[in-house]
């Protein structure tokens, strides 16, 4: 035995036998009913709009019933329901809670080769909405949950099973509503959620790569606009709203946004070495910006003889943790170097202070990485998009975004798009990882 085997074995013996909890499970098995049961809650259309989850709701619940386990449905609206579920422990720690969401954003069917809600297995990929976002993770977690039923796992915290509505539009009928209305029923030390991947090329040029999300970046929407003379279009006048606009946005996307270092970021280049140059990874490491919507024209449909006298614009800006909102406003307005610029603040989610990466449940996931993928880095991680565990993230209460597993850098990114797919084969491995972990730390 090498000495980082007699370590590592150290480790895992410290953290409670690992195999011991598993015990008997057949993961073959075990792998296939979760790929079977996400079958079944993907053709369950939970778009997001209008949202409503009450049918995989029913679904989440029928599962746990037939295993003997009581769930609690809460709804905040019609259609936007919550679902609670409880394994008891002895006490002697606070709550571990598997956060997951229940919605997905739309699907356009013409765009799909496959039906977004047929679940379809082809090229060992399971394809549908919300493969990826985050049905997937919503059954890693519920059989995690089954299993230590299963196998009678004598628990020190309570294991809270939390499917949520309404994430896809901002959470404020699911996680929020949960947090103001019924804090207690959720109260926890740690919160496994989703927004960590596990993949392959996707952090770095080569290997595999844990990535443990324990921040994520800001949200900062802003319209642009800006006012020109409007009149006939047979005359037409030096200061035209769009001409004034459509260069505003050239020199904005022409222009790299301000650079800022961030302590998460300087982690995961320790830890890694060069990232990848992919638009995940990039966006990952910088101030990003992306243009949404452009609007001018005067009438439905626009009339082609009429200039309009204002065009306004979208952009949304995803901030690194520590960038100055009102700073980076500065910076577009200069950049822009329109004077009839006219910026709007129109949505801003500042990030919570990030969750550490030296707590038992964050050494836990890396003794199970180096364990099960000993080629495999883990790095903390800042997560790009917004989620659910930016309302639970709190100084004592720590959040961590974790899916073992792994995927491709193209299947990552493939969430929301019109070829949603997870691949079937590391589900197996995946599964395995992710009980070894809530068992680690709950049991
Ligand atoms: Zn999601």
Partial sequence: MTRRKLLLGMAAAAAGAPA????????????????????????????NPPGNVAGAVSFLAGVLQKEGIQSERLEAAPGKVNLLARLPGNGSKRALLLLNHTDTVPADRSRWQTDPW????????????????????????????????????????????AATADEEVGGGSGAKFLLDKYPQKVESEYVLEEGGFSANRLFTPEGDVYGVSVAQKQVLWLHLTVEGTGGHGSQPADDNAIAMLSGVLRRIVETAPPKRTDPILDQMLTRLGTLADNRFANSMRRNSIALTSFRAGVGDPPKDNVVPSIATASIDCRLLPGQPVDEFIEWVRKTGAEPKLKIENVHHQPSQPPSPADTELFRLIETTVAREAPNAKVTPYLTPFGTDGNFFRRPDRYVYGFFPVVLSAEEVMSMHSDAERMPVAP????????YEVVAGIAG
Avoid: C
């Avoid at 792998?31 to 993907?42: D, K, N």
């Avoid at 993770?137 to 294991?159: C, E, Q, S, W, Y």
């Avoid at 589900?427 to 992710?434: D, I, S, T, V």
């Fill in 20 to 47: 011991a909890r598993g015990a008997g499970t057949d993961w073959t098995k075990a792998s296939q009913e979760a790929i079977g049961r996400l079958r079944e809650y993907i053709r369950i259309d939970t778009s």
């Fill in 118 to 161: 047929g679940a379809e297995i082809q090229l060992n990929r399971l394809w549908g909405r919300g493969a990826v976002d985050m049905k997937s993770t919503g059954i890693l977690h519920l059989m995690a949950f089954l299993l230590l039923k299963r196998n009678r796992v004598p628990l020190k915290r309570d294991v809270i099973f």
């Fill in 427 to 434: 589900f197996e491995k995946g599964l395995r990882m992710f």
